[in-house]
Structure formats: C-alpha cells, structure tokens
C-alpha cells in the first residue's frame, strides 16, 4: 500500500461565467488544465446576490456530464426534456449532456449565500452521443459515513473504511468516478482509499489540512501523485475538503465552450446541429 502526495497544485482564479456569476475557476482555467477525465472544477460562495443572482439562463451541453454540489443556497434546474429540479442544501444535480441538452440553472433566492460546486466529468468517445438524462438527488439519498475525527459524505463512487464497504449515491460509470465530501473535526485525521488507476485530487474549502507534511492548498486543486490511499490530517480549526477521482479516459479533447468532443470535425457538427436545432433531436 503506498499513500499518495500532492505533485501538483492549481490556485482557483477568480473570474465569471453564464450571466455574471462569480467563480473560482481551478481545472479548466485553461483548456490545457485538466485532470482527466475532469474538464474543469468551479467553485461559487457568496453572500452579495449580485454575483449570483443573474444565474445560468438556458444554454446548451454536449459530450459531457456536469455534477453540482450546493452547500447553501436554492437554484432551480429545467431543461428541454421537461427536467425540474431544485438544488437546496447539501443537494446534488447530476446531468449527462451527451448527444445534447439545452438547460438553466437560475436562482430561487434574493439574498443570503449561495455556496457550493460545479464538476465537469468527460464521456469516452463511445458515450458522448448517448441519450441525455438528469438526476435530482436530495442531501437524505447522499450516504453519509463516520469515522473517529471524520464525518464524509459520499456523492459518488465506493470507499471502504474501517472494512466496511459504502456505496455513494451514484455508482458505476466508465470512468468510476469518486466524489467525497469529508469534514474534519479539530486535528481529525482520516486514511481513505483512492484506485491506483485513478487520477485524483483534494480540494480544501475551509479551515486548514495536509497530507503528512505537505499542507494542502485552500481554493486550490491539489492533484496528487500515484498510490492506493490518502491520510490527511486537519489544522486546530478542523477541515472540510473534496475528493475527487477518476479513471483516466485517455482519448484527444477537443472543446469549444460548452461542447467537448474529440475532434474539430465532431465541435463543428455540434455547433452545426445546435444552430439548426438539431442538438437535441
């Protein structure tokens, strides 16, 4: 068994996206920051509702899957399909874009904080024209595990601890993605596998953490190097960090805004298709 470091890490810059709404934009910076098979991580937190409120108005996907993690706040999802989801605390939207889908994701709230997370998880070649879909998943279908000095709620994927085996809320996928929310108690410490044929990374939000001596870096993609398993180790303050994993897919990206393929000649039979209204026939 090997523990894994961090070999790289990926300050989140400050910027904007749909309407005006501000962002900490980590993978996806730039099309050459990526962690496959994640395009790109953002991660919103306010309290002034003029970064939120204009929202995401409707646009469109292609080639991909996006998961949001709202930790506080309340943002209303429709799409083409009929789709409606409200997204409230501790909530998760999980949408596959594939062949295409044309959403929104809008504010339901006028003031106080809006917090919380935006993945990009890729689809294989094989996968990117499957039929889209969409998944509302609610804070009490999110399994939620105990430790000595961790409490984890797992989103997606499997982690064994302390020998017992538990099942996140979405399991499976080609790229068997693990997506883990772990809180620290004050000098908490925690040892979680991660699949050796995974990439992986940590995300710290709040309060102070390090894996042995290497501290972690808040708002900050810290991609780790290879092994089977992480021990991180919270400040006096205690700790509240993502997990993020993977399987490598291993295929070109080609991305234009929201469409990701894997050549030019697929990007220009979506923008094609999406002007013809054909993106989601």
Excluded: C
Excluded at 256 to 264: A, D, L
């Amino acid at each position: 068994m090997t523990l894994r470091s961090v070999k790289q890490i990926i300050p989140a810059l400050e910027t904007s996206d749909g309407a005006g709404v501000r962002i900490k934009r980590s993978l996806g910076q730039h099309q050459s920051v990526r962690l496959d098979p994640f395009l790109m991580l953002d991660e919103f937190g306010s309290a002034e509702a003029a970064d939120y409120i204009a929202g995401f108005p409707s646009h469109p996907h292609r080639g991909f899957e996006t998961v949001t993690y709202m930790i506080e706040g309340h943002m209303l999802h429709e799409d083409h399909l009929g789709n409606r989801g409200d997204l409230r605390n501790g909530g998760v939207q999980w949408m596959t874009a594939g062949r295409g889908i044309i959403h929104s994701e809008m504010p339901q709230q006028e003031e106080g904080v809006m917090r919380g997370f935006q993945l990009w998880l890729n689809l294989p070649a094989a996968g990117k024209m499957t039929d889209a879909g969409y998944r509302d998943i609610q804070p009490e279908d999110i399994p939620e595990i105990t430790s000595s000095g961790a409490r984890i709620k797992l989103i997606a994927g499997e982690l064994i601890l302390e020998g017992a085996s538990h099942q996140g809320a979405v399991t499976g996928g080609s790229t068997e993605p693990l997506y883990a929310d772990v809180h620290l108690s004050p000098d908490g410490q925690v040892t979680l596998p991660v699949p050796a044929r995974h990439n992986a990374m940590l995300y710290l939000y709040e309060g102070e953490a390090s894996l042995g001596e290497q501290a972690l870096r808040r708002s900050a993609a810290n991609v780790l190097d290879d092994g089977d398993r992480i021990t991180v180790t919270a400040g006096a303050g205690g700790a509240r960090l993502l997990l993020i994993a993977g399987k490598p897919i291993g295929e070109p990206i080609v991305q234009y805004g929201p469409f990701v393929m894997n050549t030019r000649e697929e990007i220009e039979q979506a923008l094609r298709d999406y002007r013809d209204g054909r993106l989601t026939a």
